[in-house]
DNA sequence: GTATTTAGTAATAATTTTATTACTAATATT
DNA sequence: AATATTAGTAATAAAATTATTACTAAATAC
């Protein structure tokens, strides 16, 4: 049974990956590197510090330093110092810097709604039913 | 319901995001935009042209005769000319290519598989379908 | 059938990213 | 309380990526 769902859960990933290939559609002139920071600290939902941003995408610490500050200047992020741990630097976005995420997925909304025309009313309510019941377990997951 | 459902597959994708990236760490030595091309190739699941690799990944395509050069002399992938557009080249993956990416996989089939336990049989029962349906479904949408 | 567009290759310079080393200040270990 | 570890910064050289221009051969448009 576990297999079983792992194997679901692991299917899933691809069906999903064009819509992510979407995010690479960059409007504003950022390098992939920073659109990435971005990505990354949006999907995540909460204030990072460095080293969890460079953890989570594989890049050097040292690296950051320069592209938080450059993304600071430009507005798309803020570094507020962590309250619970002196060293480190909380990194959030901006309203601007979350602009740039809602504007890809605005895209991605879009093409969804228009291939779901490809299924009738019945299939419509299942896969509305099916999706909501998958994000409430992933989430539950989570925790 | 149709926005209904577009939200809740908008919602899926973030869910979805730690398990994406855990895709970028490597265990061999590659270059992140290497990475990213076999990761596209494998994503896809056939063989693609320099142009779909280029446009999907938002890469000039000339950066990509390098890339794919280096790749395919490390046995990663392989060309082939396309006999449907002979100005076309297609890339496909080697064994070698597809193990890479097994590999992050079943890191994350191992990590999935271990979230798991935290919930309980019905909920597992009840995962199992969702997601079973979600895939059905999403598939059918993109035929 | 000629003109235009497209897929791929190639070479170069500019920019970005990576790797390395070193340092400060705060935290964790003992 | 001394010691080791951790988060972040900084500077530099090496390597990778991006941008630009130009070219060939095949496909498409007219």
Redesign the interface.
Known sequence: ??????N??????????????EL???SVALT?IQSHVIE?VY???RALNLKEISS???IAKQQLTNIIADLEVRGYLVKAPDTKDKRAVLVSLTPKGEEIEREK?AE??GR??K??D??NDE?????????????V???????
């Open positions: 049974m576990k297999n079983e769902i792992a679901e859960y692991i299917n899933l990933i691809p069906n999903l990956f064009s819509s992510f290939s690479n559609k960059n992939h990354f999907m995540q939902k989570g995408l594989e997925w991605i909304y969804f709604s291939s779901l490809r299924l299939e419509k309510v299942d896969l509305n039913f099916a999706l909501h019941k998958v994000n377990l992933l989430k539950k997951m989570e925790e």
